[in-house]
DNA sequence: GCCATGAGTGATTGAATACTCACATGTCCA
DNA sequence: TGGACATGTGAGTATTCAATCACTCATGGC
């Protein structure tokens, strides 16, 4: 049976991508420094020791959880765009920002992008994966809308916006100032 | 000389406000869980025993900073909009984004918003500190400005779109992205 | 001068942590 | 079928960290 469904063993690069799917809820939580590789390897249901036979480094596994978040938004965005109503900057933006919203009901996907700038201010590792990733999402949404630097400039500010309101759960608290901040996002 | 001018040892709360001020330095590089209570005491210039002596723990300590970093922020922001030209929205909320700017051109405050926001996703005592921070922030800008939902919010999302601009350094390099995440932001 | 009180520290502890290595077990092809 | 190679782990090591404690010295009122 040289297929591969009757294999108790998975392939290192299936492990991988187990790895760096079940990471996002670790590192969501409690962030680069916060989060232990104890912790990440037993969401993946494999022993510590072979997250590093998997990845070389806490800190690399780090930057591809990352990337592959990027590449989740990135992916989210497209799929906004593609049915967006009309082909005018204003429609294409706004339908990005309806998938946006959509994408982050689940919440560990935004966390991971705000814990990502975190530790992008003291592990340059992380800064680079970090600049990179918003450095192609800004290019993608600026030639897939056509808008100006000014309507994608306040695309991103909103998208902050939201991962403060998520980070401090604002949207479970009933009060003027989580009103403010809320007015018009949607983030259900 | 009954005086405090001569004594060699700090009163406790004297030495609790440089541990407070210098320990604003060390959360903004590693935040919450990056940064040791050691490294707080070496900064600070004292033991790490008495670092435990002036906070009953690290968490304490971290919510006592962040708290000091919102009332700096809510100084600036006052003295700004003393300083507007004019008094409708528009101008004091310029006035106090010129005022932010200004207090930001050192990193580390806006570093420490980032960083709780960050810590408050899993530590609930932070959670709270910045809720109270930016509740209290909310409800001044808006009382002081007089500005609508929609014009307060955007003052925030540009707030947050600087963190994440000073995150990454992304005031540091020339391209498009960054051009187009900083263009009409001061932060010089 | 004496001593109660407060400022300040060195030494330590027990738990956690990132990372390693020797070893076991599964897979697959010649 | 055997053996080369890949998947996977248990049991570490050395280090770091938050928190504690017993202790020393300085200050100021009497």
Not at 17 to 28: K, P, Q, S, Y
Not at 49 to 64: G, H
Not at 142 to 166: I, K, M, P
Request: hydrophobic share 45%; with cysteine.
């Amino acid at each position: 049976m040289s297929t591969t469904s009757r294999r108790r063993l998975s392939t290192a690069e299936e492990r991988r991508e187990t790895v760096l799917a079940t990471a996002i809820g670790a590192f969501a939580a409690r962030g680069y420094f916060g989060t232990s590789t104890v912790d990440v390897a037993k969401r993946a249901g494999i022993s510590q020791a072979y997250v590093y036979r998997l990845f070389p480094d806490k800190e690399t596994l780090f930057v591809a959880v990352v990337a592959h978040c990027f590449a989740r938004v990135r992916a989210a965005l497209e799929a906004g765009a593609a049915r967006a109503d009309g082909s005018s900057p204003e429609a294409v933006l706004s339908a990005m920002g309806l998938a946006y919203a959509e994408l982050i009901r689940d919440r560990d996907l935004l966390l991971v992008q705000l814990h990502g700038q975190a530790a992008a201010v003291s592990e340059p590792a992380v800064r680079e994966g970090m600049r990179a990733g918003y450095a192609r999402l800004v290019e993608y949404v600026r030639g897939a809308s056509g808008g100006s630097d000014a309507e994608v400039q306040r695309f991103f500010a909103v998208g902050t916006l939201c991962h403060l309101v998520v980070s401090l759960g604002a949207d479970e608290v009933d009060a003027p100032w989580t009103r403010t901040l809320n007015e018009g996002i949607r983030h259900p």
